[in-house]
C-alpha cells in the first residue's frame, strides 16, 4: 500500500524538474517532484534565457514577473564577446546585442536572469498550479511494472521513507542521473573534456566596464580559457574556467588545482587588474561535456534535461533544452492521463526531442570549440549555425505530426518554418477586442485550430467534430470572430490559402496544414487522431 497515490513522479526538482513540475499543473495534472537539496538553486548558473523558455513561461503565466525580476539582476541586452582580460584588449565579437534583430519572431526577448532567482519563480507558479514540490527529500529506489511507479522517497532529516505509486515518472535528476544509470541507459557523444570551475567572487567590477553592457565575456588568454559573467551593481560575477596554461596543449583538469589562493589569482588575472580586492564566495566544480542519452523513454519513465543531454554552457542551450523537454512530455502525459490520447503518443517525446538534444548538444560543442577551445580540432566540427534557429527554429518528425516525409528540414530560421508541420506555429501580431494579442497566445493549452479568413467549410467541420468529442478543442478562425490580422500577415507566416486550417499541439507546434480548400468532419476527425496516437476519434 503507497503513501502517496500521484500521477507522475518527478525525480528532481531544479530548473528542469520544476519546469515539469509546472507545466504538468498547467496541463491540470498534480505531480510530486522530490529535490535532495533544501530549497531551490543556490548557485546562478543558466542565466540566458531563450525566447522560446520566455514563451512556454508566457503560456503559464509568469513571463512578466520574469522579465521584471530579471531587470533587477542584470542589464539586458548585454553583448557576447571575447577579451584578453577585461581591462585589456577586446579579441571578438559574437552578439553585439542579444535582442538586437530578433524581435519580430517572437512576443518574448530574451534575458538574463539566474536560476537562483528564477527558481522561486517557477515554484511557486507550481505551487499556485497544485504540484506538491519536496524539498531535502531522495527519491531512494524506483521500479516500474505493468501498471505503474512505485518509488521509496527518504527525508534527509527526519529519515521518513515514504511508498509513492505513480502511473509514470520523469528523470529531471541532471547530468549524473541515477535513474539513467539505473535504467542502463548509456550516453554517447564526446564526453568529459575539461574539469572545470565556476568560481563565484566579489569585486569592484564597474569600473573595469568602463560602461560596456556585456552578458557573456570570454576571456582567452596565456593564462585561462573560460567566460565572465557579472550582476547588477557589479560587485559580483562568476567566472568560469575551462582550461590553464599553455593554450595550444592547456590542462583541462582545472579543478584539480583550483585552491582559494590560486582562484584569486585567475579571477584578478582575467580582470587584468592587479589592485582590485577580490573575495571568493564558493568555487563550483563542474564537467564540461557534450553527450547524449541513447534513449529518452523507458516504459513508464522518461529522461528530460540534463540527465538527458549534457552539454557545455557556451550558447546557453542547456537549461533552455531541458525546459523545452518539459514542454513537449507535459502535454502528452496529461493527455493519456486524462483518457484523451492513447499512451503510444508518449512515445513521440523521445522521437521528437533526442534529436533536438542531439542537435543542441552539438551546435554547444562547437561554439565551446571555436570560442574556449580551439586545441580540441575542427575534425567531425558541426558548424555554428544562427542561434535563433536553435532556439526557436527546431523541429519535430514524429507519428504525431501529419508531415510529409520530405518536408521539412530539423532545423530552420523560425522566419522560414511558415507553419510547416512539425514547427513552431510562428508569431504574429492580431488584435481581439481592441487588444493586441499574438498567435502565441491562442496556443498553450488545448488543441487549436487556426483557420484562414474564408475557411468557413472546414471550421463547420470543426465544430461538427468538436460536438463529438470529449476533449476541448479551440477554434480560431482570423478575420471573423473578432480577431484581426491588420497588417494581412497570416497566409504567408503560416503557408496557408484564404480557405485553408491548420492544428496547433497545445506545446504550439503545427500538428497538421489542410491541402485542400474544403474538408469533411472526418478529415479534422483524422488529423486529431493522429496527433493524439487514437485510433478513431469519433465515431
Ligand atoms: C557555468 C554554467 C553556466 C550555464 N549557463 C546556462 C545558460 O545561460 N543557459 C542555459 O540554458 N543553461 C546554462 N547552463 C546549463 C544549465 O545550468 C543546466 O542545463 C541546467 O541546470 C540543467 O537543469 P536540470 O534540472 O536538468 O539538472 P540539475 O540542475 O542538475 O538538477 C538536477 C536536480 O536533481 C536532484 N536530484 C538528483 N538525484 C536526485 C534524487 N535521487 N532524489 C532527489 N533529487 C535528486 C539534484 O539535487 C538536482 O538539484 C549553465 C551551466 C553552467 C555550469
Known sequence: MADLDVPVLVVGGSLVGMSTALLLGHHGVRALAVEHHRGTAIHPRAAQITQRTMEILRAVGIESIVREKSGEQFVQDGAVVAVETLAGRELGSFIANLNDGIRDVSPCERVFISQSLLEPLLK??????????RFATDVVSCEQDGSGITAQIEHRDTGKVETVRAAYAVAADGAHSRMRDRLGIATRGRGVFSRSVTIYFRADIGPLLRGRNYSVIY???????????FEKP???????????????????DVAASATEAQCVEWVRTALGADDVPITIESVMPW???AASAERYQDGRLFLAGDAAHVMPPNGGFGGNTGVQDAQNLA??????????????LLATYDAERRPVGEFTTEQAYSRYVTRTAPYLGTAGLQPVAPDLNIELGYGYSSSAVCRDADE?????????????????????WLRRDGERISTLDLFGRNFVFLAAPDAGTWCDSVRAVSRQLAMPVDLHRVGADGLHDPEHALLDAYGLTSTGILLVRPDGFVAWRSKTPTGSPSAVAAALAQATARHTLVS
Do not use: C, M, Y
Open 124 to 133: 511557486s507558479r507550481a505551487e499556485e498550479l497544485g504540484a506538491d514540490l
Open 219 to 229: 576571456v582567452n588568454n596565456r593564462t585561462l580559457r573560460g567566460f565572465f559573467r
Open 234 to 252: 557589479f560587485e559580483r560575477g562568476f567566472l568560469a574556467v575551462n582550461a590553464i596554461g599553455d593554450p595550444e596543449n592547456p590542462v583541462t
Open 287 to 289: 564537467n564540461a561535456e
Open 331 to 344: 502535454w502528452k502525459l496529461a493527455l493519456v492521463l486524462q483518457g484523451q490520447a492513447e499512451p503510444e
Open 408 to 428: 521539412s528540414p530539423l532545423h530552420d530560421s523560425p522566419r522560414e518554418t511558415k507553419g510547416r508541420p512539425g514547427t513552431r506555429a510562428p508569431h504574429l
